[in-house]
């Protein structure tokens, strides 16, 4: 079988479960989609948030350096609020969102051996209480955050905290991270 049907395969197998996780909050004063959205609506969003995925594949091939990575994750957030902006809360696809989606892709095709090891890791709750461990001022929300400096702040004290660790944070947040249901 040629590779890059199996490099389809699994891009797009991965991509429901980055959507499913990025798209995906309990706090009902941050939801992704305005309410008066129906479950029909949101069809050409996830056909936008699909296209982002498709060309992560592509654009980290070759892996970019933590500059472009976070000037792509800026990119995305703004991409996505003009294209499906009517469909979403605020009308705006928010960084914390953003950052999820990318970076969660990422570990997954990392982990599945697709491509080399990203420069961030996906930050979510369940790493922020991790990092809140050693970093009590940790406070960063995924789900509210729509700042570009509040991310790479976030993605500073995550690099402190693997560095401590003598790892990277991409290999730190593949050990430390553990479903709350784990528990």
Known sequence: MPLIEQKRFIGYELGLLTIKA???????????????????????AKNAIRDVLTEIEVKYETMLSEKQHVQYISDTATNLTNKIGQYLRN??????????????????????NVISEPP???????????VKVEYPEFNYDWISSNSID??????????????????????????????????
């Open 120 to 130: 961030h890791c996906p930050i979510d709750g369940i790493i922020r209480d991790k």
């Open 22 to 44: 990025a798209l995906s909050t309990r706090d009902k004063n941050n939801t992704i989609y305005k309410s008066s959205v129906k479950e029909h609506q949101k069809k050409p």
């Open 150 to 183: 509040e991310y790479r702040l976030a993605a500073a004290i995550l690099r402190q905290q693997a560095e401590s660790k003598k790892q990277t944070v991409a290999q730190w947040e593949l050990r430390e991270f553990r479903r709350r249901d784990d528990f």
């Open 91 to 112: 009308d705006e696809f928010r960084i914390g969102i953003a950052q999820k989606l990318i970076n969660l892709h990422l570990k997954y095709l990392w982990c599945s």
